[in-house]
């Protein structure tokens, strides 16, 4: 069983569209994040919820908008969608306590043409 | 200001030589310490961690940390690399005590591993 995991793996679609990531954690873990990793390969972390509770928002677009209908599963809705959003995003989970370690997500690389 | 930072893009090695990849950290209290690993195309996975005690923490595939405070510094190190160790390579932490878990990675650095 994958512990984390993300679909879809490769999303590739035209700007304007609206787009969703979907997220399922079975670790048992009460915080979920979303990140995002550019051309770069640089990691920044966009939101994080715990118990779909939304405790972090970086400094991210409004057409990026997160939901958690439960502590198992965060999604990532993105309107509007422009050439500056192609990445690849990654969940994450943690336990409450946060420190033994993030346990990550295979990534969604979307690209925007 | 908070920072973790790895000062080598990329560092080339020839297969069975040691390994050494830098990181330094700015908090205000040490925090939690981790290095993680990118395969190309993959996702990121857990080569090991350090919150206290001994500084010498011993991780998977072969790899291992050294924690030294008065140096800001938590180094990855391994003694003969493999050429399956080429990847993108992260140090990351999370500042200890409160409840801020976020995650802050340094920009990486890429390992080729020469045959």
């Known amino acids: 069983d994958t512990a984390v995991s993300q679909t879809p793996k490769y999303l590739v679609t035209q700007m304007g569209n609206d787009k969703s990531i979907k997220c399922e954690q079975n670790l048992g873990h009460d915080t979920m994040y979303w990140y995002k990793q550019d051309s770069k390969k640089f990691l920044k972390i966009m939101f994080s919820y715990n118990n779909k509770e939304l405790i972090i928002n970086e400094t991210v677009p409004n057409r990026f908008s997160p939901k958690s209908p439960d502590k198992a599963h965060l999604n990532l809705h993105i309107n509007s969608l422009e050439l500056g959003d192609s990445a690849v995003y990654f969940c994450?989970?943690?336990?409450?306590?946060?420190?033994?370690?993030?346990?990550f997500g295979s990534g969604t690389r979307l690209t925007v043409v | 200001a908070q920072s973790v930072t790895q000062p080598d893009i990329h560092i080339t090695v020839s297969e069975g030589a040691s390994l050494e990849l830098r990181c330094n950290y700015s908090y205000g209290a040490t925090p939690y310490l981790f290095w993680y690993v990118q395969s190309p195309g993959q996702g990121l996975q857990l080569l090991l961690k350090y919150f206290s005690g001994d500084t010498l923490v011993q991780g998977i595939k072969g790899f291992e940390a050294e924690f030294k405070r008065s140096q800001s510094s938590f180094n990855l190190r391994k003694p003969s690399v493999h050429w399956s160790d080429a990847a993108e390579y992260f140090c990351?932490?999370?500042?200890?005590?409160?409840?801020?878990?976020?995650?802050?990675f340094g920009k990486g650095t890429l390992l080729t591993v020469n045959p």
């Open positions: 994450a989970s943690t336990p409450l306590t946060g420190h033994s370690g993030y346990t």
């Open positions: 990351a932490v999370v500042p200890s005590g409160g409840s801020n878990y976020k995650l802050t």
